[in-house]
């Protein structure tokens, strides 16, 4: 396996998206996240997704050079529009404000609306921990996953993060879809030629299924069955109603360059435990 190194590959993929059309700023920040997801071992956010991004941001889908907008904020609460341009320079702008919000009052939120795809929410929740705070992420994605039993597609898989300080100044962090796999995994081991383990996706019929094409063209099962889908629900709540993004059934696919901006939300959390038990 070729190593390359990381200070290197983040260049080359701003560059790309620079060329596509992204200002210089959401160009490293989406590369960031993809750069960073690769060096922790994490493929399924990682450089997998570039392509897409330069294909998004060349139609005009996702405005590459559009600049977040802090749209309002009060003593606890945060709001910023990414512009239906990439999410992270967005988060970058929101998550340092919320989480001094939070050292301020004990809790505070971000919302963030008119986003494109995430990749690692694990990544801004850490940021908080690395603060003191306890920190909670949750954002939709357009429909892939059907609630157990049934076979229309409602959810994304729909990710959440957790993430906290601990004594010795390290995190613990939880990152993780509310489906049994990501639409991302099971492209990739559609890509690779494999077949999918038990429980991951079923056909467009409701029956189980290891082919990956016949899991994609069907629906994705939730992650541990109605628990899963509750899980997705709360994220739908927080990440899409709350903030006023698009609910999952109605927002266009990732990679459709015909279709409107998805327009996702991400809901955030911020705890500070000094102001609770300590």
Same mark, same amino acid.
């Given at each position: 396996?070729?190593?390359?190194?990381?200070?290197?590959?983040?260049?080359?993929?701003?560059?790309?998206?620079?060329?596509?059309?992204?200002?210089?700023?959401?160009?490293?920040?989406?590369?960031?996240? +993809?750069?960073? !997801?690769?060096? @922790?071992?994490?493929?399924?956010?990682?450089?997998?997704?570039?392509?897409?991004?330069?294909?998004?941001?060349? #139609? %005009?889908?996702?405005? %590459?050079?559009?600049?977040?907008? =802090?749209?309002?904020? /009060?003593?606890?609460?945060?709001?910023?529009? !990414?512009?239906?341009?990439?999410?992270?320079?967005?988060?970058?702008?929101?998550?340092?404000?919320?989480?001094?919000?939070?050292?301020?009052?004990?809790?505070?939120?971000?919302?963030?609306?008119?986003?494109?795809?995430? =990749?690692? =929410? %694990?990544?801004?929740?850490?940021?908080?921990?690395? @603060?003191? =705070?306890?920190?909670?992420?949750?954002?939709?994605? $357009?429909?892939?996953?059907?609630?157990?039993?049934?076979?229309?597609?409602?959810?994304? /898989?729909?990710?959440?993060?957790?993430? !906290?300080? +601990? #004594?010795?100044?390290?995190? +613990?962090?939880?990152?993780?879809?509310?489906?049994?796999?990501?639409?991302?995994?099971?492209? +990739?081991?559609?890509?690779?030629?494999?077949?999918?383990?038990?429980?991951?996706?079923? /056909?467009? @019929?409701?029956?189980?299924?290891?082919?990956?094409?016949?899991?994609?063209?069907?629906?994705?099962?939730?992650?541990?069955?109605?628990?899963?889908?509750?899980?997705?629900?709360?994220?739908?709540?927080?990440? !899409?109603?709350?903030?006023? %993004?698009?609910?999952? #059934?109605?927002?266009?696919?990732?990679?459709?360059?015909? #279709?409107?901006? $998805?327009?996702?939300?991400?809901?955030?959390?911020?705890?500070?435990?000094?102001?609770?038990?300590?």
């Amino acid at each position: 396996m070729a190593k390359y190194d990381l200070e290197k590959v983040l260049n080359a993929a701003t560059k790309v998206l620079f060329d596509a059309g992204a200002s210089i700023e959401n160009a490293r920040a989406a590369s960031t996240a +993809m750069v960073q !997801a690769e060096a @922790e071992g994490n493929p399924i956010c990682g450089l997998f997704h570039l392509p897409n991004f330069v294909k998004q941001i060349e #139609a %005009g889908r996702v405005k %590459g050079k559009a600049e977040p907008k =802090l749209v309002s904020q /009060t003593p606890a609460a945060v709001v910023v529009d !990414a512009g239906e341009s990439i999410a992270h320079s967005a988060l970058h702008m929101g998550v340092p404000l919320a989480v001094e919000k939070a050292k301020e009052t004990g809790i505070a939120a971000l919302s963030v609306v008119n986003a494109y795809h995430t =990749l690692a =929410l %694990g990544h801004f929740t850490a940021m908080a921990a690395q @603060e003191g =705070l306890v920190a909670m992420m949750f954002s939709n994605a $357009p429909k892939a996953q059907a609630p157990l039993g049934a076979k229309q597609k409602i959810f994304g /898989t729909n990710p959440l993060s957790m993430a !906290a300080p +601990m #004594a010795d100044g390290g995190i +613990m962090l939880i990152d993780q879809a509310s489906s049994a796999a990501t639409k991302t995994k099971i492209e +990739m081991v559609k890509n690779a030629g494999e077949a999918m383990p038990d429980g991951w996706a079923q /056909t467009k @019929e409701g029956q189980p299924t290891n082919d990956p094409a016949e899991g994609l063209a069907g629906s994705i099962l939730p992650n541990g069955g109605t628990r899963g889908a509750n899980l997705a629900m709360i994220v739908e709540v927080l990440a !899409a109603m709350v903030t006023g %993004g698009n609910i999952s #059934a109605e927002a266009p696919m990732f990679g459709d360059t015909s #279709a409107d901006h $998805p327009r996702l939300g991400m809901f955030l959390i911020f705890i500070d435990p000094a102001k609770f038990g300590g």
